[in-house]
């Protein structure tokens, strides 16, 4: 019998997971110099897209172009790969614009691949890790089901929904993961051993059905934009210009609804055997109906999964009723008559970690060096997923360098607040990233996610300087043009009344500045361009800034004041040793909550559920006393 | 380390029958066991809510005869166990027993520490925590019965009525956001607006009896000014010997002044820098410009005091210049002699109501208290069912009032539905500031501060 060889790599960065979080942590430490591994269970499945064939859409877009701002993979890899794209929302503010692709599924997992393959410091391995290896409170590496070791300082979780899963529609329950991939059975066993707690959380996926059997003609064509914004700042519309396909809306009727009324009693979720909870904002076809009895209909958006094939995806109706419902049901829509489903839909359980154990860096409080990204924190979405894989990325190569975490605020960034919610609020589902939940959103605009974070990606070291320095003429081409129209006085002239009178703008009884006309709600700064003859040629998202600017002048003024107002509390950090016991006057279940979230900041304390203000006035009033005493302990 | 145990005497430091040592905390009882005699019971053992008679010690030496009660969490002020010593009230004795809590183990109280953990512990608003001082302080009928009624909640409902329909509206507003399919906002604008027009009208009632009422309830401040010998100290005088007036004196703001004040029924005057006026009846009368002119300054109310008898000089020019602004009353003095011109011409030639009185014989007097009743609509006041009379309060109405403005605006200019939530938000959060329900730097301790010892 043969000897046993020693079987050990080393490493900086493990990444385990090639889903949209693993693929941007690999991209972002490989990057940054780390050696870094990325496992994958099935390397043909990397980048794979299990569910939606798009990126973005209401406030996912923002995450997009914030991951691409800072110096991620996943707008420029939707712009490689997308069939159609549009701008949602243009009819409401500019907070509420976000920016939808539709992507061919293959291609986008291609693309990726290739990204991954060039990148320099990055392996793919394909093996399942059994095994987080850890000694000390430190991450010491990672085991695969074989028993070969790798050795790393970090290791960043991205297991999406592999763990444990199992995939259920109507009485059929299989052992699978996403897509009747194989699942990754042995993890959650090593997590739990090494003091981690998991929770069990459950999401779906609709039909997709053969587009040749599909009566598209009775449904409402949905194209996209003529002009189209690209994800990444670093394209311009005209180089990603393309031949775009078409997405259709149709909608359910009472026909549909009682179908699933009738047999609502053969939803594993409803009869309880699916346990695990699923999203409330992206629910089932079946919760919908129940939800909103009074609906007469709900809307359905077939999407196409990419050109090199026919299926087509039933947006809106995900379930996880038995076959033969699901196959009735889709035949009560208009347009959907002959239509014969490829893949069924499904609901997923899986283990995911709970988010309350993370640093607003991603890393483990309890394990030093681990990190976790994507689905595994509890989150949805390919976005949401994607975001948190930079952030762990960046964080464990500067980890390793000796470097601060990045993290960024609930003012400066979406990825700010989905982190922030993720770690301080107790999810009992899925984390889905949405508009509300931005407090700050009229500064976290889509459009200027450069301007907010691209000086950071370059002091990270994943934006070139070639970019930083066309993001600083950007930004000097937008203040001296806001400058320009605020010194730019225009005449009460012939041509300027007719253009005022043309859209029914307040004639001008004398000179006003050039930034005056354009606040007006009923005027703009294209549209003022014919009277103002001094105005330099400048790019279009130059223009776009300098209205946007003026135009919500007061509304941004008064959001930033409500952002000073939260970074108060946001300063004050929190020392990590900080015993809640030796704080008076807390309230039983303040401490409880504080003890079991350690919050950072004084901020983060003030979001955790079961913390009253009186609770954080206890704390601040602590930490104000004790300030100086922790100053001298510390000399 | 638990909570600490907070020691305070209760009940001020005037020689009185009775004055009371308050301890709370978790240790109140344990602390304070060794230092009371109870027959028949140890204070560990006494029952919570009852009166019991006993001795205070330190060591052997009996300090005091005392009631003492022990209050149970959360069924005190402070929502903590609390215990009183009900001992005789003199400062020196009240000293003695609280050196002793002290010795025992206690932290003495800091000023408001009792109310503050009231509000800690959740038992009070802020709102409510600072209608406890109020209560305190209150020295007219309106005041008092302000307070208690704040103290009970009826402000901290109001605003919490107002709060939730602000909220009510954000949250349909905010889901409509996430999900346009669910939750329509066709006609929304239209059903906000009567929403944040009855919100805004429900503010500005508020802040219209703000001014007004908080001069009804502290008194108005009240300055006697004229050029020298037309007579202040004999109106002063005239004034406080008025029959029906009570008349107390009150430290003044700053250490020097003394602030006497007035009262007539529902009307009560605070004379600032009263002790000036009668320095000046000193051989020479020296009031200069300066000091008249910081008097006027502080001023809600000027009282110019002129020799009715004679022209206008000079110098009494100067001061009807100086009381630009303010809301004035001229009066004509020494009517006794004789006017020189009647009060009706100097009112409609100085646009300022104008009255003759005799300081030597007190006429015409109830009809200037008559008149400054009507100028500070102290009738309306009473009629009020909410007075606001905390300048903090004050402050965050009309920041919300402003904030429903703007929100208002975004309406008017049919802008996106989106930007309203900035301003619903504002307008949310100022008024929860009211309450404490929003989280404030170093809020507490401000406020808390101003508290009382004891209390």
């Known amino acids: ?635 | 380390m638990e909570f600490d145990t907070i020691a305070a005497i209760s009940s001020g430091l005037v020689p009185g029958g009775i004055g009371i040592v308050r301890v709370s905390g978790p240790q109140a009882v344990k602390i304070c066991e060794p230092l009371v005699r109870i027959r028949a019971v140890s204070l560990s053992g006494a029952k919570a809510n009852h009166l019991y008679y006993g001795k205070i010690l330190d060591g052997e030496t009996v300090l005091d005869e005392a009631l003492i009660a022990v209050l149970k969490a959360p069924h005190s002020y402070t929502a903590e166990d609390t215990v009183e010593l009900q001992c005789h009230g003199g400062p020196f004795v009240l000293g003695r027993v609280l050196e002793t809590v002290l010795k025992a183990g206690a932290r003495l109280a800091e000023p408001g520490e009792f109310s503050k953990r009231a509000f800690l512990n959740g038992r009070l608003d802020l709102s409510e925590a600072e209608a406890v001082m109020d209560l305190i302080s209150s020295h007219t009928e309106l005041a008092r019965e302000t307070a208690v009624k704040q103290l009970q909640g009826a402000h901290s409902e109001k605003i919490r009525a107002m709060r939730a329909a602000l909220l009510e509206k954000t949250a349909y507003l905010e889901a409509a956001l996430d999900d346009p399919e669910h939750y329509d906002l066709t006609g929304y604008a239209e059903g906000l607006r009567p929403v944040l027009e009855t919100l805004r009208k429900d503010i500005r009632t508020l802040l219209a009896s703000a001014d007004n009422g908080r001069l009804a309830v502290e008194g108005i401040k009240t300055a006697i000014i004229g050029r020298p010998n037309v007579g202040k100290s004999s109106f002063l005088n005239r004034l406080l010997g008025f029959e029906r007036a009570i008349v107390t004196q009150i430290p003044g703001t700053t250490r020097d002044t003394i602030e006497e004040s007035f009262r007539c029924g529902d009307l009560v005057l605070r004379l600032s820098d009263t002790a000036g006026i009668r320095e000046s009846t000193d051989a020479v009368e020296r009031i200069g410009i300066e000091r008249a002119r910081e008097t006027v300054r502080e001023a809600d109310l000027v009282l110019l005091l002129t020799d009715g008898s004679q022209a206008f000089s000079e110098e009494d020019e100067a001061l009807f210049v100086l009381c630009e602004g303010k809301k004035t009353i001229v009066l004509l003095n020494k009517a006794d002699l004789g006017l020189a011109e009647t009060p009706e011409a100097v009112s409609s030639r100085r646009n300022l109501p104008c009255f003759a009185v005799s300081a030597l014989n007190g006429d015409g007097i109830e009809a200037v208290l008559e008149k400054i009743r009507v100028l500070f609509c102290l009738a309306e006041i009473r009629q009020q069912p909410l007075l606001v009379t905390n300048l903090r309060h004050k402050e965050l109405l009309r920041q919300a009032e402003a904030s429903l403005g703007c929100a208002l605006d975004t309406l008017d200019h049919q802008a996106p539905e989106d930007f309203l939530t900035i301003d619903l938000m504002d307008a949310y959060r100022a008024l929860g500031q009211i309450l404490g329900e929003e989280v404030e730097e170093d809020l507490i301790n401000e406020i808390f501060g101003k508290f009382c010892m004891g209390k």
Do not use: W
């Open chain 1, 1 to 635: 019998m043969g000897k046993i060889i020693e079987n050990t790599e080393k490493a900086d960065v493990l990444v385990v997971g090639a889903g949209h979080a693993g693929c941007e942590a690999a991209l972002a430490a490989a990057r940054l110099g780390c050696e870094t591994v990325l496992f994958t269970v099935s390397v043909d499945s990397i980048a794979m897209m299990p569910c939606n064939p798009n990126i973005g859409g209401t406030s996912k877009g923002h995450l997009v172009r914030e991951v691409d701002a800072l110096g991620g993979e996943m707008g420029r890899n939707i712009d490689k790969s997308f069939i159609q794209s549009k701008m949602l929302n243009e009819s409401k503010g500019p907070a509420v614009h976000s920016l939808r692709a539709q992507a061919d599924k293959r291609d986008y997992s291609q693309k990726m691949r290739e990204t991954l393959e060039h990148t320099e410091h990055l392996r793919i391995r394909q093996a399942e890790v059994a095994k987080i290896l850890v000694g000390d409170g430190k991450i010491l590496g990672a085991e695969t089901v074989s028993g070969k070791k790798y050795l790393a300082p970090a290791v960043i979780l991205c297991t999406g929904t592999y763990l444990n899963a199992r995939c259920v529609y109507g009485e059929v329950s299989e052992e699978t993961g996403p897509n009747g991939l194989k699942r990754a059975t042995h993890l959650s066993d090593s997590l739990r051993e090494n003091g981690l707690k998991l929770l069990r959380f459950k999401t779906g996926t609709p039909a997709r059905i053969d587009g040749r059997t599909v009566d598209l003609s009775k449904m409402e064509e949905q194209k996209g934009d003529e002009t189209i914004t690209p994800f990444s700042f670093e394209n311009k519309p005209e180089e990603v210009k393309k031949q775009q396909i078409s997405c259709y809306l149709t909608y359910t009727n009472e026909n549909t609804h009682k179908i699933i009324r009738d047999n609502i009693d053969r939803s594993p979720l409803y009869s309880g055997a699916i346990r695990g909870t699923g999203p409330r904002y992206c629910p089932s076809i079946e919760d919908k109906v129940m939800k909103f009895p009074d609906k007469d209909r709900h809307q359905l958006f077939i999407e196409p999964e990419g050109l090199y094939t026919h299926e087509l995806y039933i947006s809106g109706m995900s379930s996880s009723l038995p076959e033969d419902v699901q196959e009735a049901m889709i035949r009560t829509v208009p347009g959907l008559e002959q239509a014969v489903i490829v893949r069924n839909a499904y609901a997923i359980m899986y283990d995911c970690l709970d988010p309350m154990q993370l640093k607003a860096s991603l890393e483990c409080k309890l394990i030093r060096g681990l990190f976790s990204a994507g689905q595994s924190n509890g989150s949805s979405g390919y976005e949401e997923a994607a975001a948190q894989g930079l952030i762990a990325g960046i964080n464990a190569a500067r980890m390793i360098r000796g470097q601060e975490a990045v993290v960024l605020k609930r003012s400066e960034a979406y990825i700010g607040v989905l982190i922030d919610d993720l770690v301080t609020k107790e999810n009992t589902e899925p984390y889905r990233m949405m508009t509300s939940r931005a407090e700050y959103r009229l500064l976290l605009r889509q459009d200027n996610a450069d301007l907010r974070l691209t000086e950071l990606g370059h002091e990270i070291g994943l934006i070139s300087e070639e970019r930083y320095q066309h993001l600083l003429k950007k930004k000097s081409a937008i203040e001296a043009e806001i400058r320009r129209t605020e010194h730019t006085v225009i005449a009460p002239t012939e041509k300027v009344q007719a253009l005022l009178a043309s859209r029914f703008s307040t004639p001008l009884k004398s000179g006003i500045t050039l930034a005056e006309l354009i606040r007006r709600p009923e005027l703009g700064y294209a549209i003022l361009a014919p009277v103002d003859p001094e105005r330099p040629a400048l790019p279009d998202d130059v223009c776009e800034q300098v209205e946007i600017s003026l135009k919500y002048e007061g509304y941004i003024s008064r959001q930033a004041a409500q952002v000073e107002h939260f970074l108060k509390l946001e300063r004050r950090r929190i020392p990590e040793e900080l015993d809640y016991k030796d704080v008076g006057s807390l309230r039983i279940e303040a401490r409880q909550k504080l003890e079991k979230f350690r919050p950072e900041t004084l901020g983060q304390a003030s979001r955790i559920a079961g913390v009253s203000p009186a609770d954080v006035a206890v704390l601040q009033v602590y930490l104000e006393k004790h300030k100086n005493v922790s100053r001298e302990t510390l000399m």
